[in-house]
């Protein structure tokens, strides 16, 4: 199993919040992004190069899909199988 940290948690929050102008992901880690109009296609690009240059994980675009990665706490998930 993968071990989240806290730490690794708030971090990814905090991008995402940043990425999607919304701090509302912070105090609800399920809320459907893409649903939410939180995230679109262009914010997808933006966190994607947000992982990359702040956590270090590369996401190839490619491997970004929408049902896998739909909630803060999902995006989390797979980020930390990615370190």
């Given at each position: 199993?993968?071990e989240i940290?806290?730490?690794?948690?708030?971090?990814?929050?905090?991008?995402?919040?940043?990425v999607?102008?919304?701090?509302?992901?912070?105090?609800?880690?399920?809320?459907?992004?893409?649903d939410e109009?939180?995230?679109?296609s262009?914010?997808?690009i933006?966190?994607?190069v947000?992982f990359?240059?702040?956590?270090?994980?590369?996401?190839?675009?490619s491997?970004?899909n929408?049902?896998d990665?739909?909630?803060p706490m999902?995006?989390?998930?797979?980020?930390?199988?990615?370190?």
């Open positions: 199993m993968i940290t806290q730490e690794f948690t708030d971090k990814v929050f905090s991008i995402l919040a940043d999607c102008d919304s701090e509302e992901i912070k105090a609800n880690p399920n809320m459907k992004l893409f109009g939180l995230l679109d262009f914010g997808t933006s966190l994607v947000e990359e240059q702040q956590l270090n994980i590369s996401v190839p675009i491997d970004f929408r049902d990665w739909a909630t999902m995006i989390v998930q797979q980020l930390a199988k990615r370190k």
